[in-house]
């Protein structure tokens, strides 16, 4: 075996040009990469498949001259895209020996790239946590410290980049899954605008509309070839927003300047305090723009923390619960409770408790919210926003305590579900789980709901080189002009060129 020693330094467009110009093979990258994710898993646990041999026979199969990633090796997360043969686990073992049978357009678009799928990537249960601690995988450990979280729940995806393994990886974003792991893994994740990806031909959208699909990188121009890849509606999409081909990767050519950028320092859910690390990394990000010659100004939103994640959680729950609907049909049987997680089931139960009017009353609040929202921000090229309240979390102090399972496991089994029909009880219970379950990402899921593109950089770092990125959220159908933004920022900070101890 012939290693690429360079390997690591070199992003996704990079391999491909050097493969282009015949200065590396496909075979010695393929080789390299396949090298560094069975040692780097060992230590990180990122993967929960390994699908080496399926890279090398789709190695042989690359025209080089016409896919912008020929020949670089990236991972597909284990959830929101299939791949025919082999099986979506979703971090469940529910899910462990169930193939699919199809792959989706996004598989297919990340295929047609030239970029070769080596394995999967690991997710929190279905994608229900802010981090990556499946039961039945075990946590995915952060590159800069393995005591912390890659948060979630693209934690996998994240902590392969991080580890230089991979140079981009499958990412989705339903509250923060795409940003969160970005942020605690010194990553670029950028969730591009409702509409932009498809999820053909499994679903028309996923939870209401409020999940994305993208990648996780380290660079920019990455980031920018692989969305202008990925981009573009199927027929039946329920949200379609139109793409000009090549403006993504045209629109990093020159700096734009004199952006006014908002910079909004309030909390969003009462409970909730950014810790001084992650103060300081907003205050760096604003100083950053107004030294490249950006306006920012602070700007305070005004919208209903608690009374959103009530409704965001109504509508997930609901989701949930027709997800396992749609599983039980795929599986061929209904889940056994030793297979599913306490958490889990529970939103699976609540789903089956609230109503109608309840699902109703939630997408019309969520919808209000969104463009009372959008309108606040219209007058800004960007707004800056948290993503993480601290540095990376310390593993098992995200998620339900003992205590909460308990209690979880109560409920269900008295079945004391019809007390969320009761407006006032359900809404005490919610509103107190708001701050408890979001008090590492508070503000993400407002950008699922509105449905803006925001993209989170890792332009700040602890004196204890734990990396917090920072979201950046722009207006409907921006991602261009985001994207030059951080261009600008990376080339001011060069961020690319940070490594972890590995």
Not at 256 to 267: A, D, L
Request: net charge neutral; charged share 20%; aromatic share 10%.
């Amino acid at each position: 075996m012939t290693i690429f020693k360079e390997y690591q330094n070199y992003d996704g467009i990079g391999i491909a040009q050097l493969i282009k110009s015949k200065e590396v093979s496909i075979k010695d990258v393929l080789e390299t990469a396949i090298d560094s994710l069975k040692k780097n898993n060992i230590k990180y646990n990122f993967l929960t498949t390994e699908l080496y041999d399926y890279a090398n026979e789709a190695s042989k199969k690359i025209d080089t001259e016409n896919s912008p990633f020929a020949g670089v090796p990236m991972l597909l997360k284990d959830m929101d895209s299939s791949l025919a043969g082999y099986p979506m686990m979703q971090g469940s073992k529910y899910l462990k020996n169930t193939k699919q049978k199809f792959n989706n357009v996004l598989t297919d678009r990340f295929i047609s790239s030239g970029a070769l799928i080596c394995g999967k990537s690991a997710a929190p249960e279905y994608g229900l946590m802010i981090t990556t601690e499946p039961n039945e995988f075990g946590p995915t450990r952060n590159p800069w410290d393995t005591n912390r979280t890659t948060g979630g729940s693209s934690g996998g995806s994240a902590s392969a980049v991080a580890s230089r393994s991979v140079p981009i990886a499958h990412a989705s974003d339903g509250g923060g899954s795409i940003r969160i792991p970005a942020a605690c893994c010194g990553l670029v994740g950028l969730k591009p605008t409702r509409g932009r990806v498809s999820f053909a031909p499994s679903h028309g959208d996923k939870w209401a509309g409020f999940t994305h699909s993208g990648i996780v990188s380290r660079t920019i121009r990455d980031t920018a070839h692989m969305y202008d890849h990925i981009f573009g509606n199927e027929i039946g999409d329920p949200y379609k927003t139109d793409y000009i081909k090549g403006s993504l990767i045209s629109g990093l050519a020159t700096p734009q300047k004199n952006f006014k950028i908002g910079f909004v320092t309030k909390n969003f859910i009462e409970g909730t305090e950014l810790n001084d690390n992650a103060s300081k990394a907003m205050s760096f990000n604003a100083s950053a723009c107004e030294k490249l010659g950006h306006k920012v100004e602070e700007l305070n939103l005004n919208y209903d923390a608690i009374t959103l994640s009530r409704a965001f959680v109504i509508i997930l729950t609901s989701h949930v619960s027709q997800m396992f609907n749609e599983l039980k049909e795929t599986v061929g049987r209904s889940y056994k409770n030793s297979e599913v997680e306490v958490g889990s089931r529970l939103f699976d139960y609540l789903g089956k408790t609230f109503r109608g009017s309840d699902y109703t009353w939630a997408r019309y609040y969520t919808q209000k919210v969104a463009r009372d929202v959008e309108q606040q921000m219209n007058a800004y090229d960007a707004v800056i926003m948290p993503v993480i309240t601290s540095e990376p979390a310390k593993l098992g102090t995200i998620g339900p305590n003992k205590t909460d399972e308990l209690i979880n496991e109560i409920l269900m089994k008295l079945r004391l579900g019809w007390i969320f029909n009761i407006p006032s009880i359900r809404n005490k219970i919610l509103d107190g789980l708001a701050p408890k379950s979001l008090w590492f990402a508070p503000g993400c899921m407002l950008q699922n709901i509105t449905g803006q593109p925001a993209i989170s950089l890792p332009t700040y770092w602890t004196d204890n080189n734990l990396p917090i990125g920072v979201q950046f959220v722009g207006a409907y159908g921006s991602e261009a002009k985001l994207l030059n933004l951080g261009q600008q920022l990376e080339n001011e900070y060069r961020w690319h060129e940070k490594n972890p101890n590995i």
